[in-house]
C-alpha cells in the first residue's frame, strides 16, 4: 500500500499549511510526571534538532508540559526557527505543584496561556493551538468564543481542538473553522470513549468526520499497547516485519488515514531514530485487514 508523505492542514483556508506526514510530540522530554526539567537535557535537544535534520516540520508542545519546560527546550533548540516549521501547542489545562492537572480554560485564563506561549516559543503568532477539554471545565463553547476571538486578534493562525466528542467536534465547526483534531488514538484504543485518564474522547466517531470534512486527525497515547494484552496482532505483524510493535503502530496509523498525523514522542534519540523508520514499513492490504 501506498500512503501519502504529507498532510494538509486548513487546506481551504488563506494560509493551508502542507507537512511531512510524521510529526514529533515533546511531551516526554520532561521530568518524572511530565513534570520538571528532563533528566538529560542534552540528549532532549539534540533529540529536537535530530527531528528538524529528519525531515519532521510539525512539533507538538504545550505550556503546561514541564511547566514550560518544553516549550524552553523548543526555542533553544531551534529558534530562530526553518521557516517551513509548524509548532503546535495546547491550551486549557494547567499544572498544580503536586503534579495533578488541573482546568486553565476561563477566557482570562487561556488568553493567559497564550501569551504565555507566545513568550516562551519567542513567536509573535502561534501557527496552530489546540483548545484541550479537560473533566471539570467550562463552558466549552464559550472557551472556543475566546479561542476564535484570539484568532481575530492575530495571536493564534489557525484553532485546532483536543481530547473532543463528536458532539464537542461538531460545535466547535459551527462556531469556525477547526484545523485539527488532537485526541487519543493507536490501535489499541481506536474506539475506546475514554483516555486512561478517564477524559471524554470521541474515538473512531471523531475520526470519521475528520476524514468527511479534510480535517488532520493527531493522534496522542497513540502508542499504548493493549492493556492488559489481550489484542495481539500489532505483535504479529511487528514480527513479520522484524520491527518493534511501537514501529508496527505508528505503521499502522499512517496507512490506516492519510488525515492522521502520528506525532511519537520519546525522550530517547535511539528510540526516536527508530520510530522515525516506521514510516518506511509497507503494510499490504492483507495486513491492514488482519489488523481491522
Not at 195 to 205: C, F, K, L, R
Request: net charge negative; aromatic share 8%.
Amino acid at each position: 500500500m501506498n500512503i501519502p508523505k504529507t498532510i494538509t492542514i486548513a487546506a481551504n483556508s488563506n494560509n493551508p499549511l502542507t507537512i511531512n506526514r510524521l510529526g514529533y510530540g515533546t511531551m516526554r522530554l520532561t521530568g518524572e510526571g511530565i513534570y520538571g526539567e528532563p533528566p538529560n537535557r542534552p540528549e532532549a535537544l539534540q533529540i529536537l534538532k535530530k527531528a528538524i535534520s529528519s525531515g519532521i516540520n510539525f512539533i507538538d508542545t504545550a505550556d503546561y508540559y514541564g511547566e514550560d519546560v518544553t516549550n524552553r527546550l523548543i526555542a533553544e533548540a531551534l529558534y530562530p526557527y526553518p521557516p517551513d516549521l509548524v509548532i503546535c501547542t495546547k491550551v486549557g489545562g494547567a499544572r498544580k505543584p503536586d503534579k495533578s492537572w488541573i482546568p486553565f480554560n476561563t477566557p482570562e485564563n487561556l488568553r493567559s496561556s497564550i501569551e504565555n506561549n507566545l513568550r516562551t516559543l519567542k513567536q509573535e503568532q502561534i501557527t496552530l493551538v489546540h483548545f484541550r477539554t479537560m473533566p471539570g471545565a467550562m463552558e466549552f463553547e464559550r472557551a472556543m468564543e475566546a479561542m476564535f476571538e484570539m484568532q481575530q486578534e492575530g495571536k493564534i493562525l489557525h484553532v485546532g481542538v483536543s481530547n473532543v466528542s463528536k458532539q464537542e467536534l461538531e460545535t466547535a465547526m459551527k462556531m469556525g473553522e477547526i484545523a485539527t483534531v488532537e485526541n487519543m488514538y493507536g490501535h489499541a484504543q481506536r474506539n475506546s470513549l475514554k483516555s486512561v485518564y478517564g477524559d471524554t474522547n470521541g474515538g473512531a466517531e471523531v475520526l470519521d468526520i475528520c476524514e468527511k470534512n479534510g480535517i488532520p486527525l493527531i493522534p496522542y497515547f497513540s502508542l499504548f499497547l493493549s492493556m492488559p494484552k489481550k489484542d495481539t496482532r500489532i505483535t504479529e505483524i511487528a514480527r513479520k516485519y522484524n520491527v518493534s510493535e511501537v514501529q508496527a503502530n505508528i505503521a499502522w496509523l499512517l496507512h490506516k488515514s492519510p488525515w492522521i498525523l502520528p506525532i511519537p514522542g520519546t525522550s530517547s534519540l535511539v528510540h526516536f531514530e527508530e520510530n522515525l523508520k516506521a514510516a518506511d514499513i509497507k503494510l499490504t492490504e492483507e495486513d491492514m485487514k488482519f489488523l481491522e
